[in-house]
T-cell receptor, first 109, second 114 residues
Framework: KNQVEQSPQSLIILEGKNCTLQCNYTVSPFSNLRWYKQDTGRGPVSLTIMTFSENTKSNGRYTATLDADTKQSSLHITASQLSDSASYICVVCDDKIIFGKGTRLHILP | NAGVTQTPKFQVLKTGQSMTLQCAQDMNHNSMYWYRQDPGMGLRLIYYSASEGTTDKGEVPNGYNVSRLNKREFSLRLESAAPSQTSVYFC?????????????FGPGTRLTVL
């Protein structure tokens, strides 16, 4: 069973709209939870890192939240832009680094 | 700063051939990593190096060897390539700051084994 599950698998929204991506994990305890953005044909780029004691972290139009009680994290993207089209990967770290499969986001003009 | 660089960008091998994937970072990071990314799966750790002179196995080390040549460079070698090693390979580096470390990834090497 995957220890980091992301939903939805893919998402299509119109430019300018908001969206929220979900990450459920079973890894416990953990030291930090990360969200990465991966453009097609490129390596992942870090968006946010939250320790287990933090419940929100922002990076521009990206806001990540963490609920350690329910073992859920979400990434909220505000006022989406065409350049937000990418895969978004949730990563949970304890003594290992465990990657989710990602959510593929398509922004339509 | 170039960050993390990888060569080659693309490679096609025949089964049984060998090759070395090169990775270099110019951020003076101690830790370096090799991952593979396959369709429908998350990145999986092949090998990592916590510091110059040390290497450790990750989740999927079979069929690979690594060398931490110096602090900048970390190479991944396939001694006898197999079709199952067709994948995109990413190198990353990181440095611990406080109690977290941010990983910086290279652009990837797309390997096809026929």
């Amino acid at each position: 069973k995957n220890q980091v599950e992301q939903s939805p698998q893919s998402l299509i929204i119109l430019e300018g709209k908001n969206c929220t991506l979900q990450c459920n994990y079973t890894v416990s305890p953990f030291s930090n939870l990360r969200w990465y953005k991966q453009d097609t044909g490129r390596g992942p780029v870090s968006l946010t890192i939250m320790t287990f004691s933090e419940n929100t972290k922002s990076n521009g139009r990206y806001t990540a939240t963490l609920d350690a009680d329910t073992k859920q994290s979400s990434l909220h993207i505000t006022a989406s832009q065409l350049s937000d089209s990418a895969s978004y990967i949730c990563v949970v770290c304890d003594d290992k680094i465990i990657f989710g499969k990602g959510t593929r986001l398509h922004i339509l003009p | 700063n170039a960050g993390v660089t990888q060569t080659p960008k693309f490679q096609v091998l025949k089964t049984g051939q060998s090759m070395t994937l090169q990775c270099a970072q110019d951020m003076n990071h101690n830790s370096m990593y090799w991952y593979r990314q396959d369709p429908g799966m998350g990145l999986r750790l092949i090998y990592y190096s916590a510091s110059e002179g040390t290497t450790d196995k990750g989740e999927v080390p079979n069929g690979y060897n690594v060398s931490r040549l110096n602090k900048r460079e970390f190479s991944l070698r396939l001694e006898s390539a197999a079709p199952s090693q067709t994948s995109v390979y990413f190198c990353a580096s990181s440095e611990l700051r406080g109690n977290t470390d941010t990983q910086y990834f290279g652009p990837g090497t797309r390997l096809t084994v026929l």
